[in-house]
């Protein structure tokens, strides 16, 4: 099946400092990513979807300034936390269709953050 | 608001029994519906998908629609320990391109 990456699986930072998550496809090109944030015994919630070559849309609450989001190529999308506070630490989650017509999706494996 | 309704459980089976998942959705032109099982501290692992009316089997499990009463069913035959995690239902909008909605997710224990 197809496959996609995430690095890193996990990341401790300190309050402030920013952190950068890649999400790769490796096996398809993926005009489409989304990234999902799923905090501990909740479901995961869309923070956005990253588009290749266009602004990300964000889904309402979440800030644009603070997670920035970069779909460079159509392998990879990065979501960068910036200025990082505790309240942000999560287990992040990002997911690609097979083709924008494809109504399956994949999840990479996930990155910890933890911000101290 | 388009929402994914499931029974956060826990639900306990033996091994052996049958597992029965539920799961709602509120937004009538919904075509598409997932089954996702997710392990303790990993990311979701896709298992089913069902777009039409009636039953999908695919081995143990088998994904039950009906779309009039807008209800998602997973049924898992002859449960292992190793099915004990949590599923979540996910349902796509019917434009394409949209991320999916997820429910809050039932856990599933399965005792030996």
């Known amino acids: 099946g197809a496959v996609v990456s995430q690095h890193p699986s996990w990341v401790i930072c300190k309050s402030g400092t920013s952190v950068k998550i890649e999400c790769r496809s490796l096996d398809f090109q993926a005009t489409t990513m989304f990234w999902y944030r799923q905090f501990p015994k909740q479901s995961l919630m869309l923070m956005a979807t990253?588009?290749?070559?266009?602004?990300?849309?964000?889904e309402q609450g979440v800030e644009k300034d603070k997670f920035l989001i970069n779909h460079a190529s159509l392998t990879l999308s990065t979501l960068t936390v910036t200025s990082a506070h505790p309240e942000d630490s999560s287990f992040y989650i990002c997911?690609?269709?097979?083709?924008?017509?494809?109504?399956?999706?994949?999840f990479g494996p996930g990155t910890r953050l933890t911000v101290t | 608001q388009k929402e994914v309704e499931q029974n956060s459980g826990p639900l306990s089976v033996p091994e052996g029994a049958i597992a029965s998942l539920n799961c709602t959705y509120s937004?009538?032109?919904?075509?598409?519906f997932f089954w996702y099982r997710q392990y303790s501290g990993k990311s979701p692992e896709l298992i089913m998908s069902?777009?039409?009316?009636g039953d999908k089997e695919d081995g143990r499990f088998t994904a039950q629609l009906n779309k009039a009463s807008q209800y998602v069913s997973l049924l898992i035959r002859d449960s292992q320990p190793s099915d004990s995690a949590t599923y979540l239902c996910?349902?796509?909008?019917?434009?394409?391109?949209?991320?999916?909605?997820f429910g809050k997710g039932t856990t599933l224990s399965v005792s030996s």
């Open positions: 997911s690609a269709p097979l083709a924008l017509s494809s109504y399956e999706q994949y």
């Open positions: 996910a349902v796509k909008l019917s434009q394409a391109g949209t991320a999916l909605i």
């Open positions: 990253s588009n290749e070559g266009s602004k990300a849309t964000y």
């Open positions: 937004d009538r032109v919904s075509q598409s």
């Open positions: 069902i777009y039409s009316n």
